[in-house]
């Protein structure tokens, strides 16, 4: 039997299941993802991450949603693939070009001792253009717009940071019953390929709270694209500066919404948990050259 290597890291609580697939890879990786996600008879993640070659850039991000489906970026995944290239000697630079299904991303690696101790993420300008988010809208843009969901009204604004996203902004966001609450997002009609929803709690105008609830994953601890989104969305209707601290149930994140180029700038850490290995089944093994 086969047995696959891999790392497990996480993201401020966003935890994924990394692979170094640069000369091999698995034959079907959704599956796999559904299977080693499984927090009671697998490993236990949001995810699993395939760091393949690229054409274009240092690396490849590949990833995948714990029920199978792919994903096209993830904020708290690419610091972690940062810090893994880095760390185990598959580049020794500072600056890394990253491929991602939604583009290239641009990342800066702080280092201390040998370790990557933060990385900053150039996660580019926000798009609101609802064919290109995508939600089913007429307008021009979707911004605090009241859509019912639940049997409640949601003001809904939506965006893409290379994924869609729904930022809704409450008073309070503790009690909130997410697994009732998330799926109905999630699966809305306005949605034809599904959402990412930030429940967002302004604290001032530098610092807000958020949960999220991630398409293909459930509610998680954390969501780089999504904190993303949200301080974009509390600055768009003027809740908080350009610059705030967004906090999330894994941790804090620092997101820049540059105003002359647009971009969108995510800083925050990426940590080590465990290397291991998993045996692979005859649909697990692995197809070479990838």
Not at 53 to 59: E, I, L, N, R, V
Not at 68 to 93: D, F, H, P, Q, W
Not at 167 to 181: A, G
Not at 259 to 267: C, D, I, N, P, W
């Amino acid at each position: 039997m086969t047995r696959l290597a891999f790392t497990k890291m996480h993201g401020i609580g966003n935890d994924y299941i990394y692979v170094n697939a640069l000369e091999s890879a698995p034959m079907d990786p959704g599956r796999l993802a559904r299977r080693i996600s499984d927090r009671h008879f697998g490993v236990g993640s949001d995810g699993l991450v395939l760091i393949r070659p690229s054409q274009q850039a240092d690396f490849l991000m590949d990833m995948y949603n714990s029920d199978g489906s792919r994903g096209l970026m993830c904020g708290n995944a690419i610091r972690c693939v940062a810090k893994y290239c880095y760390e185990r000697g598959l580049t020794e630079r500072r600056q890394l070009a990253i491929e991602t299904l939604s583009g290239i991303k641009t990342l800066d690696l702080q280092v201390q001792g040998g370790h990557v101790i933060q990385v900053t993420v150039n996660m580019g300008p926000p798009e609101f253009a609802p064919a290109r988010i995508p939600v089913r809208w007429q307008d021009k843009s979707m911004v605090e717009e009241p859509i019912a969901v639940a049997g409640r009204l949601y003001p809904l604004t939506c965006l893409s940071m290379g994924n869609p996203h729904a930022v809704i902004f409450l008073d309070e966001i503790d009690t909130l019953d997410l697994p009732r609450l998330g799926p109905a997002f999630e699966h809305h009609t306005l949605f034809p390929d599904r959402v990412n929803t930030e429940f967002v709690q302004v604290i001032d105008r530098r610092q807000i709270r958020m949960r999220v609830w991630e398409r293909g994953a459930g509610e998680t601890l954390a969501c780089g694209t999504g904190a993303c989104a949200a301080l974009v969305a509390a600055a768009l209707t003027g809740r908080t500066d350009r610059q705030a601290t967004v906090c999330l149930k894994g941790g804090n994140l620092a997101i820049t919404w540059q105003k002359q180029s647009g971009e969108v700038l995510m800083t925050g850490p990426a940590a080590f948990v465990f290397d291991g290995w998993i045996d692979l089944d005859e649909e697990d093994q692995h197809a070479e050259g990838q």
